[in-house]
């Protein structure tokens, strides 16, 4: 995976997204179709010392909206038991797992949050926020409730990378 260090127009930008000064940024690993941050890449630790597992935060407003939408209507429940039922699936995820872990790897090591991705991996469905931040970093094949979350609002039209949601 790559991305790309944030300009301070990027960093602009995300205080708008997220009403605050974002933490541990260290690149913006995925876009909007009008260029703006979709997807951050945090530091596995963060400059207080404390350790972040989130290495690809979601700060899109639709995308978050999104998310938190499919959350409310219990989404992850189907998933999770699907994620019991299908030995497939559950090879998927944990592979997905592995990717995330692997390319917060690159970034440092952090004793404490060793073997700890994010949104649930690798044993239930917990954020798919999290999930869907690492679709768009890693893009579709690598996590697939990441990529399911990304169809369902497609689909839907809460969001999409195709336009501009800004």
Not at 27 to 55: E, K, N, Q, S
Not at 71 to 79: I, L, N, S, T, W
Not at 82 to 107: I, N
Request: negative net charge; charged residues 20%.
């Amino acid at each position: 995976m790559s991305w790309e260090p944030p300009t301070e127009a990027d960093f602009a930008t995300l205080e708008e997204q997220l009403g605050r000064v974002p933490r541990g940024v260290i690149g913006i690993g995925a876009r909007c179709a009008c260029g703006r941050p979709l997807v951050v890449v945090t530091a596995p630790r963060l400059d207080d010392g404390t350790p972040f597992p989130t290495t690809f935060y979601l700060t899109s407003p639709a995308a978050v909206k999104g998310a938190s939408t499919l959350e409310a209507r219990g989404v992850m429940e189907g998933m999770n038991e699907r994620l019991a039922e299908d030995a497939e699936l559950r090879s998927a995820y944990e592979r997905a797992h592995a990717a995330y872990l692997a390319a917060r790897s690159e970034l440092g090591e952090v004793p404490e949050i060793a073997g700890v991705s994010a949104g649930g991996m690798p044993t239930r469905v917990k954020c798919l926020h999290a999930l869907l931040g690492h679709t768009l970093v890693a893009g579709g094949g690598v996590n697939p409730f990441g990529d399911e979350t990304l169809a369902a609002l497609t689909e839907e039209g809460r969001f999409s990378t195709e336009r501009c949601w800004c």
